[in-house]
């Protein structure tokens, strides 16, 4: 089989809506973040999908695509994925595509091209400007397990052509929904313990969808290894990055899995893996750009001292055996990402606040998490020192309000 035939073949099978004439995405979910991507499909600009690998990315672009078969002729809708064939060029793909349907005009219809993976290709930015230019009529998706407006030169090269969607794990909401527990949501007073039980199942899968109702650690620990840590070092990193030596990526990465919410000094751990501050700073920002890991800053009101000040490291992902051990920081950690905080407070002075939420209209909300005793002393001096009127500490089960200052179970904050 040639280089063309095997295009075709994969094209064929890869797109079976061209041969049924419809198409239904199996064992579908809502996910919350739908609603927000189809405000955006009839316009013109792309809409790109981002995110950890296996949280759901392909299957809201086949989700798109069974919108769109209803719309229009089904063999107008082309999927590619470019995860094992980053050599391969677009034009070559529509090459194949037009010897497929021979009689058909890509200037005239309308028509969605979805491409899974596109961080995978080289100068994959430049090559979708070219497509969007030329052909205005159709509709562009793409998916990355890559943040794609962190590398240098896309805004300006896809400026006001493409919007970003990111794709998260499941929240601890929707994982419920999955279940079949809506219940808790609407009733949360009447399912107290069977809420928390829920989420330490949820905080053992980490939230990937296809993990959900699994409850074998060993089956658990093996899945997120392998098919999403071990992926993204040994192949997503080396690809895009040229990292050569991505092992060293995985133990700073190990270290943050094992410790979740440490303060990490770059120029100390380099001192410890010798290696150069610099190297150290570059492979916890290929973690973060890969969504293995999430960097909060230390709140200040002055941006340059945040930027240049202490931060702490999340991972995305923590084995069921970690869970077990260390439950508290892996709770934390879980609320953090639930949160999607983006600071903390720590002073000179051992005065600290897990997290710190910055509104749109840049209220300051201080947020503390317990899973023991309530100590309300670092929340109170950070209120009074930013003058903020209310705060929260969330529990798994004490409720009071004192002060400005909210305790409550974590699962009421979250299901607000």
């Known amino acids: 089989m040639d280089a063309q035939d095997k295009m075709i073949y994969i094209l064929k099978e890869t797109n079976s809506w061209w041969k049924s004439g419809a198409y239904r995405v199996d064992k579908y979910f809502p996910r919350s973040v739908f609603s927000d991507i189809e405000r955006f499909l009839n316009l013109r600009q792309i809409i790109a999908l981002v995110g950890l690998r296996r949280t759901g990315k392909t299957t809201l672009m086949f989700k798109i695509i069974e919108q769109y078969i209803e719309r229009m002729p089904p063999e107008n809708i082309l999927y590619f994925s470019f995860d094992d064939f980053a050599s391969i060029n677009i034009e070559d793909i529509i090459a194949n595509y037009n ?81 079949g527990c809506t219940r808790y949501i609407e009733k949360p007073n009447l399912y107290g313990k069977e809420i928390v039980a829920a989420y330490r199942k949820f905080m053992k899968i980490s939230g990937f969808p296809e993990l959900v109702g699994v409850d074998d650690d060993m089956v658990i620990h093996k899945y997120v290894k392998e098919t999403i840590i071990d992926k993204i070092l040994f192949k997503d990193i080396p690809q895009i990055f040229g990292v050569r030596n991505p092992d060293i990526i995985g133990e700073i990465l190990d270290l943050i899995i094992y410790s979740p919410g440490q303060i990490i000094d770059a120029t100390k751990l ?50 069921p055996v970690v869970t077990e051990n260390n439950f508290s920081f892996c709770f934390e950690c879980s609320l953090v990402w639930q949160l999607d905080a983006q600071f903390f407070y720590r002073d000179a002075y051992q005065n600290e606040v897990d997290t710190v939420l910055v509104g749109k209209n840049k209220s300051i909300i201080p947020i503390e998490i317990k899973t023991g005793n309530v100590d309300t002393k670092s929340i109170k001096y950070f209120m009074k020192k930013f003058r903020t009127k209310n705060a929260f500490v969330l529990t798994l089960k004490d409720e009071s309000v004192s002060d400005g200052i909210t305790i409550m179970p974590f699962y009421k904050y979250l299901f607000q």
């Open 270 to 319: 380099a001192r410890e893996m010798a290696l150069s501050r610099q190297v150290i700073s570059l492979y916890l920002d290929y973690l973060e750009k890969a969504f293995l890991v999430k960097k909060l800053y230390n709140f200040s009101r002055n941006l340059r001292k945040q930027k240049r000040s202490m931060k702490k490291y999340y991972p995305a992902i923590t084995f």
């Open 99 to 179: 010897a497929i349907f021979p009689k058909m005009d890509l200037k005239k219809g309308r028509f969605l091209f979805c491409f899974d993976e596109i961080q995978k290709l080289i100068d994959w930015q430049d090559k979708i400007k070219r497509l969007y230019d030329m052909y205005p009529n159709i509709k562009i998706v793409v998916s990355s397990s890559e943040s794609l407006f962190i590398r240098k030169g896309i805004k300006e090269t896809l400026g006001g052509r493409i919007f970003e969607f990111r794709v998260a794990a499941l929240s601890f909401k929707e994982y419920l929904s999955f279940i």
